[in-house]
């Protein structure tokens, strides 16, 4: 068994030790991805958001001066703050599952067992090779079993796991697993349109290509006509 998983194990069971802000659906869909094997590669560094804020803005300081920038000037003088606030409170922050939404799933006492579908949902990550923006949608879709979810859950899981350092590929699979694990059924789609800043702002400067990632499990997989719904 793997370190990672080790850890993933004895949080799951709800050791106190470690985390122990951590809700139970974090726990659960953290454990859920390190068994998938589809967890950002992570090291437990026992920074406090203090601490890191604090090395960040220390970095980018040695950053800013090493481009020559002068750091005395009214304009630049607060950027190495402005980027470690920026980098530990929004876009990363989803590296920190304290952070991971309140999800409220439901009883399907009405029974609903069409897929409900949710489309054009906003999403800005990062890219974790430059550190520049992805900037794209996504939508999701489920066939409800035994719960159903508070719509803006899905907005809100989607934000959670693109606060992150991704590659679109993972983003679009975690997205998956995590709701796979909180609606206790493999019947979920996810898919995402995004253009990379990484390839239109710099490398091969191509400003219209965009990339389209798929994840499918249970009857979008495995049910033709389920999968055209989705896709269409
Ligand atoms: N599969 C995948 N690749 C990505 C994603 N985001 C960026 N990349 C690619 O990651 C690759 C990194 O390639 P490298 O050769 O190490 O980096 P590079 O020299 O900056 O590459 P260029 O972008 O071609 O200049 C590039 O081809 C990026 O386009 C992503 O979400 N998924
Ligand atoms: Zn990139």
Redesign the pocket.
Known sequence: MTVALKAAETLSRGTRTEVPELSEAAREVRYALITAGLETPLIENNLSRDQKYDRIRSAMTDVVEALGLDLRDDSLCETPHRIAKMYVDEIFSGLDYSTFPKITAIDNKMGVDEMVRVSDISLTST????FIT?DGVATVAYIPAKKVIGLSKINRLVRFFAQRP????R?TRQILVALQTLLGTEDVAVSINAA?Y??KA???MDSTSA?QTTALGGAFRSDAKTRAEFLR
């Open positions: 890219c974790e090779h430059h992805i991704q590659v679109q590929e983003l990379h990484c390839v710099r490398g091969v990339t």
